[in-house]
């Protein structure tokens, strides 16, 4: 008689966590600790067979459990009433009464296992390659994650450097280099937008009389001056020196840029106190209407605008001209002497 090799029950758990064990009549003797995880409500050895489970694949092999001493067949099991995940596996005959011994594995739906049932390494076989599986997508969810991480830190560097590209350190405003991308946004809506060129007026005379820091304090309280008497969603820009440029968003009319630039010439020419002076300026503006322009195109608007507030200046100061193709209108509100 050859040697047969005896294996115990809780040997036979170990190295087959996943297994089921089936008496000749169909009824569940003995099933592995992972696969009673699976269904932790309900005590699974004693119950039928057909009571717990679906035998998908083969379809017509008829009742699993009488297979012949020896004999295996490849095999998908899923729980009943489920569409939760497959088990696939080997069954093989036990023969001689004992039933059929019955080997799963979780194949390649092992990590929504992992993740559905709240499985550990020590639910799997020492054997299983599911554990390198895992091991590899943990490893690529580590990458993964860490990648979205260095991602993010890149797009938040490259926002802050844009930004910083973008920006006035004195003022804050934004810079010239602002000036295309905000008009091309502006053309691209329907909405009439205009465009004002901002001029301060004496600045020359403060820097000469008052110092250079003077002259920074000035631009800093003209540039929240223009800030203050615009919408968020305009942008003040601070071309250099003491020029300004105003894009405001749409919809904009010609009286609403006059009322805008009323307030502006009205604040600026209130006096501004610096370490115990006084210093005075105004604002010559000209300004543009996108709506003025069958095609309007932003070299075209800039210059017009910068025509328009050269009008202002021979004007007298402190006053808007509005241009209108390549005429200028001029309305002022007084000058300082």
Known sequence: MPDRLILHPDAVARLMPLHLWLTPDGMIRQVGPTLQKLRPGIEMPGGEFDDLFDLRRPRDAGPIWRLGDGATMRVQLAFRGTSGTALKGLAIGLGK???????????????????????????????????????????????EAETRRLTQRLQLARIAAEEQAYTDTLTGLKNRRALQPVMARLLEQPAAFGVMHVDLDYFKEVNDTHGHAAGDHV??????????????????????????????????????MRAIAQRIIERLQEPIPFEGNLCRISASIGAALSSDYDHPEPEQLLHDADMALYASKRAGRARLSMANGQEQATAGWGTLG
Not at 100 to 108: A, D, H, P, R
């Open 219 to 256: 631009l800093q309280q003209a540039a929240q001056i223009l800030q203050q008497e615009t919408r968020a969603s305009d942008t003040v820009i601070r071309l250099g020196g003491d020029e300004f440029v105003l894009l405001l968003d749409g919809p904009m009319t010609m009286a609403r």
């Open 97 to 143: 009464g004992r039933g059929v011994l019955i080997n799963l594995s979780f194949g390649i739906s092992v990590v929504d296992a992992v993740a559905q049932f709240g499985l550990t390494l020590g639910d799997f076989a020492a054997t299983d390659l599911a554990v390198e599986m895992l091991y590899l997508v943990e490893a690529k969810t580590a990458v």
